[in-house]
């Protein structure tokens, strides 16, 4: 089972590495075509095939990286973040096959591929040794209604992407209007987001590897008055402490660009002991987030959708827009089953309730109303185009909260989700 495990770990790495020589290949298809001596067209359909090529070769090492680690672990590998972000990276994955072969769309790859890899980079900042399920996940329906959402989110993703391509093939970077510069704005909103991200993941490895490490101690009275318990609980820090735990005290702490110890506490609001560890660690993104955004605009010398509308030229909007919709269309029936019908049943059967506010669940129901808006607003009141494109960002946007906020942040039933 072990040499199993080992060679999952090894696929994950190789199918890794293949999706992001395929998306170097579609950079080379679309934007080499430009000082191509040839048909630009030619060059893009070439480096395109080579690409889908690339990223094929990664989702068959990514399905073996799946099955191997099923079955050396005992069960299906959705069952805490790492391995539920590598299921989802590769649906993603799958997806994008899917919607490529029916549209032929070399853009795409631009796009949609690079989400994949970011949630395979996030997927690999969570430990990653095989877990024992608890008893509530100890079930068939955890197969039916995690695969099934996750599917259903994966087509969501690509509908983003071409989304998103839409707005920046559609948008007027170069006016000066009211309304022109408002959609310039939000549009670099959703880059420093995705870049936030990225920051996030880059700087977990960087302290990871680095070895470093602060470690608190939190002391919490607990219990009715006269009989009262003292529960002291450890709390670890692999990122440098801006903010420490609530009430702690410092057991180890290791130096960092002068600080001997945290700038201040977290809140007495902000329960639990991992509460201060994850709220820094939110702080750490937004200060690295701004970091490389501000890289990426000196490098770029304009704001980033200024720097990325060029790519789009040529690209009808109304193809971005059609593949959008249908790709939302196609997750929205297969997420409703997985995430709430087939959910209920299992909750009903786990816990003895169809439905008990959890905040996954909420946040889960609604992802299913802003796509059901979405769906009614396209067919019955006529939004395509930007309004459509808008909102299909906007619930991805939604969604990743959900799998990402709402698991490591919001406590809940669902807690099993979280990590170290």
């Not at 009808?316 to 709430?340: C, H, K, M, N």
């Not at 996954?360 to 067919?379: D, G, N, P, Q, T």
Request: hydrophobic content about 55%.
């Amino acid at each position: 089972m072990n040499d199993l495990l080992s060679i999952s770990s090894n696929m994950f790495v190789v199918a890794f590495f293949l999706y992001c020589a395929a998306f170097i290949l579609f950079a080379v298809a679309l934007m080499g075509r430009r000082w191509s001596n040839r048909d630009p067209v030619a060059h893009s359909k070439k480096w395109g095939k080579i690409a889908f090529i690339g990223s094929t070769l990664g989702l068959i090492f990514h399905l073996i990286f799946f099955v191997t680690r099923w079955i050396g672990g005992g069960h299906i590998p959705v069952s805490n973040m790492y391995e539920f972000m590598s299921f989802l990276s590769m649906m993603v994955m799958v997806a994008f096959t899917v919607v490529y072969l029916i549209y032929r769309k070399t853009l795409l790859g631009l796009f949609a591929v690079p989400i994949s890899i970011i949630i395979m980079a996030y997927a690999a900042v969570f430990p990653q040794e095989v877990q024992p399920l608890i008893p509530s996940l100890q079930s068939y329906w955890l197969k039916i209604h995690v695969t099934l959402a996750a599917a259903g989110e994966s087509f969501f993703a690509i509908g983003f992407a071409a989304g998103f391509m839409y707005l920046i093939r559609t948008v007027d970077f170069k006016s000066k209007e009211k309304r022109a510069r408002r959609q310039q704005r939000w549009v670099e909103v959703v880059f420093f987001s995705v870049i936030l991200v990225i920051s996030f993941i880059a700087t977990v490895f960087i302290f990871r590897a680095s070895g470093y490490e602060s470690v608190f101690t939190q002391t919490k009275v607990t219990g009715q008055p006269g009989a009262e318990q003292t529960v002291t609980q450890t709390v670890s820090y692999k990122l440098p402490p801006i903010v420490g735990p609530y009430q702690s005290k410092i057991v180890s702490y290791e130096p960092f660009l002068g600080m001997s110890k945290p700038l201040f506490n977290a809140p007495s609001w902000m329960n639990g002991v991992n509460a201060g560890r994850k709220f820094n660690t939110i702080i750490w993104s937004f200060i690295t987030g701004i970091i490389l955004y501000a890289i990426l605009r000196l490098i770029a010398r304009k704001p980033l959708g200024r720097a990325a509308s060029p790519v789009m030229e040529g690209i009808d909007p109304d193809d971005l827009d059609e593949i959008s919709y249908r790709a939302i269309a196609i997750g929205f029936p297969v997420f409703t089953l997985g995430a709430l019908i087939f959910a209920m049943i299992w909750a009903e059967i786990a816990w003895g309730t169809f439905w008990s506010w959890d905040p996954k669940e909420v946040w889960a129901l609604i992802c299913w109303l802003f796509y059901s808006a979405y769906l009614h607003l396209r067919l019955s009141r006529g939004w395509q185009g930007g309004k459509s494109a808008w909102l299909s960002v906007i619930g991805f946007l939604v969604v990743m909260f959900t799998l990402v906020g709402v698991n490591l942040v919001i406590a809940g039933l669902h807690s099993y989700a979280g990590v170290d």
